[in-house]
């Protein structure tokens, strides 16, 4: 079947710290994947996708790596700041319904 | 920019009683998906339409129904509300992608139900 999984929080990090969000999936297909981010109090927003394995999407200075041979794709960012404290959802996007399948969600906490 | 409107966002509901939530895009997406979001189980898919007049099952469809007569708005019904469809609510939209699964989703801002 197709699934997500990602690393659980809750994560707290002090600014300027690097971060990484673990992610793995299983897809019956070709997957394209995605993490998106969850503001307190607001619906989910696309943070950044990547289509085909080996590409890297990026955005905001957060960045990740589609591995298909590890079927990974873990976020990252190299100096976190107090506005990207949200919760982060990794997804994976497969079928002829464009279904999407998310993660649990990581919750981040940044603290000056 | 009005995207992907929901209402209400908010109600309070006793258990057996019905409702209605609205989902309204004004992007022309071809699909539109409802999710709920419980605490540690992230998104869940409740049912979800490729186009107007259609409609399909997702992972939890069991006690909602939904409509999507106009290409533009999506129902979820709730026809006997139960204390385990306490959750919040969100609406998503998508372009059409030719089949490449690339399409994005767009998300409402949520509708938070409790059942008493």
């Known amino acids: 079947g197709n699934s997500v999984t990602q690393m659980e929080g809750p994560v707290t990090l002090s600014e300027e710290a690097f971060l990484t969000i673990n992610c793995t999936y299983t897809a019956t297909g070709y997957p394209s994947l995605f993490w998106y981010v969850q503001y307190p109090g607001e619906g989910l927003q696309l943070l950044l996708k990547a289509t085909k394995a080996d590409d890297k999407g990026s955005n905001k200075g957060f960045e990740a790596t589609y591995r298909k041979e590890t079927t990974s794709f873990h976020l990252e960012k190299g100096s976190v700041q107090v506005s990207d404290s949200a919760v982060y959802f990794c997804a994976l996007s497969v079928g002829a319904g464009n279904q999407f399948y998310f993660g649990t969600g990581t919750s981040l906490t940044v603290i000056p | 920019n009005a995207g992907v409107t929901q209402t209400p966002k908010f109600r309070v509901l006793k258990t057996g009683q019905s409702m209605t939530l609205l989902c309204a895009q004004d992007m022309n997406h071809e699909y539109m998906y409802w999710y709920r979001q419980d605490p540690g189980m992230g998104l869940r898919l409740i049912h979800y339409s490729v186009g107007e007049g259609t409609t399909a099952k997702g992972e939890v469809p069991d006690g909602y129904n939904v409509s999507r007569l106009k290409k533009q708005n999506f129902l979820l019904g709730l026809e006997s509300a139960a204390p385990s469809q306490t959750s919040v609510y969100f609406c998503?939209?998508?372009?059409?992608?030719?089949?490449?699964?690339?399409?994005?989703?767009?998300f409402g801002e949520g509708s938070r139900l409790t059942v008493l």
């Open positions: 998503a939209s998508s372009p059409w992608s030719g089949g490449a699964n690339t399409g994005e989703l767009f």
